[in-house]
């Protein structure tokens, strides 16, 4: 049976406030993970190529988010588009919540709400009150 990883961060980030410390941030504990498992493996063996496809799928994920980083503006394309890549590298860490070094505050949940239709707020990682 899989286990379904859900996204219940407690804390939340508007798009446009994401920077290259969060990115850094998670894809440092990602490759962290991936390579410490990788180390364990015999090259060629099959838990070796599942895990070699994980560190390779985080690295491309991560280029991603780089890439929209440097190159977004404030349109609503760019910035959902961000949002997106974001968000699945997100996904990758949600295995290890609970485990030394998970920190969810260091890479929250994005949100995006047009300019228009939000108060701009004052910090950028909240806690999302429920």
Do not use: N
Request: charged content about 30%; hydrophobic content about 35%; some cysteine.
């Amino acid at each position: 049976m899989t286990e379904v990883a859900l996204d219940e961060s407690e804390y939340e980030i508007h798009t446009d406030e994401l920077t290259r410390v969060h990115a850094d941030a998670l894809h440092t504990f990602l490759k962290g993970r991936t390579q410490a498992l990788l180390a364990e493996q015999t090259a060629g063996t099959e838990a070796y190529r599942a895990i070699l496809s994980l560190d390779t799928a985080v690295d491309m994920t991560y280029d991603e988010v780089t890439g929209c980083l440097r190159h977004a503006g404030d349109s609503d394309r760019d910035l959902t588009e961000l949002r997106l890549e974001w968000q699945r590298l997100r996904w990758f860490s949600f295995p290890w919540r609970g485990t030394a070094g998970y920190d969810d505050a260091l890479w929250p949940r994005a949100i995006y709400t047009p300019p228009a239709g939000r108060r701009r707020a004052t910090r950028s990682h909240r806690r999302v009150r429920r």
